[in-house]
């Protein structure tokens, strides 16, 4: 798929990993609509980017938001939908709480759902078209202290198999991108200081989105993991899960320290404060 002149819709864009990929798309020549609930943000991303843009501030999760999507994609006339929404939690289940359930679902799996629903539509008009559907490597390995958060890219694995399968006759190419730990405002700081003891590599979100839009230039689908050895260890979980069971066991002391440190949710694009904990959609 040729980049230049593409017109890409980027959710979640003023995200850690949204905006590093609108900034390697913008300088490739594309044409974005950055979606995003913080207009003061999505402007300054804008202004950062070489050519014409456009922006959207919307409440993804809401039905009036996926109203102002349809809307403003009718004129955008959108080829690719890359769906960056995502939010946070370093917890231990018996530490989280129903609002923690509902903002994590309807944030990381539900929105992400109904922005394709909307979207398919016009997708399905075009000559070619896309969605990327951006995961986690923890929706593949059930990890100690991420459990909402796993629940949920999981669902949004499981979704975007079955959207690939159900278009697979079309036009449209969808693929789910998996990273591991990325360095973005996602990650609390209780989070950054876990990987460093577990010895867990963190990527930069530039880096990740040079990946994105080479994927996305080369047509690819299906599912694409990142970084090693982590891709490595979705495909022994699925074997060997026991092989996994074992080592995270043996964690388990300091990913419960580490979670008794942590802050509430976590939205990539607009980072919560204590007092805000349930008001992240």
Same mark, same amino acid.
């Given at each position: ?37 913080d ?21 993804l999760?809401?039905s ?9 994609a ?32 309807a944030v990381?799996?539900? !929105? $992400? ?5 909307? *979207?398919?539509?016009?997708?399905? =008009? %075009?000559?070619?078209? &896309?969605i990327? @559907?951006?995961?986690?490597i ?19 694995r ?19 991108? !998996? $990273? ?5 405002? *996602?990650?609390t700081?209780?989070? =950054? %200081?876990?990987?460093? &003891?577990?010895g @867990?590599r963190?990527?930069s979100?530039?880096w ?6 080479r ?16 891709k490595?260890?979705v495909?022994?979980n699925?074997l060997l ?18 979670? %008794? ?6 939205d ?14």
């Amino acid at each position: 798929m040729e980049l230049k002149h593409l017109n890409v819709i980027i959710t979640g864009a003023s995200g850690g990993i949204g905006s590093a990929i609108a900034r390697a798309l913008a300088a490739k020549g594309a044409r974005l609509l950055l979606c995003g609930r913080d207009q003061a943000k999505l402007d300054a991303l804008k202004q950062s980017l070489a050519g014409e843009h456009h922006t959207l501030s919307a409440d993804l999760t809401s039905s009036g938001g996926q109203c102002q999507l349809r809307q403003a994609a009718g004129v955008f006339s959108p080829k690719v939908l890359i769906n960056c929404l995502g939010v946070n939690q370093l917890s231990m289940l018996e530490a989280s709480d129903t609002c923690d359930t509902r903002t994590m679902m309807a944030v990381n799996l539900e !929105a $992400p759902i109904n922005c394709c629903r909307t *979207l398919l539509p016009l997708l399905k =008009r %075009q000559s070619e078209a &896309a969605i990327i @559907n951006v995961g986690s490597i923890l929706g593949s390995i059930g990890y100690p202290g991420s459990s909402l958060y796993c629940a949920s890219k999981f669902g949004l694995r499981g979704f975007t198999e079955v959207l690939e399968r159900e278009l697979a006759d079309s036009k449209i190419k969808v693929l789910y991108f !998996a $990273p591991r730990a990325t360095d973005t405002e *996602l990650n609390t700081e209780s989070m =950054r %200081q876990l990987n460093s &003891a577990l010895g @867990n590599r963190q990527d930069s979100p530039e880096w990740v989105a040079d990946i994105l839009c080479r994927d996305l230039a080369d047509n690819r689908q299906g599912r694409r993991f990142i970084g090693w050895p982590e891709k490595l260890f979705v495909r022994i979980n699925a074997l060997l899960p026991g092989l996994v069971n074992n080592d995270t066991r043996k964690k388990l002391p300091l990913i419960r320290q580490f979670c %008794q440190r942590a802050m509430p949710i976590q939205d990539t694009a607009n980072p919560i404060t204590e007092g805000e904990k349930h008001e992240a959609i």
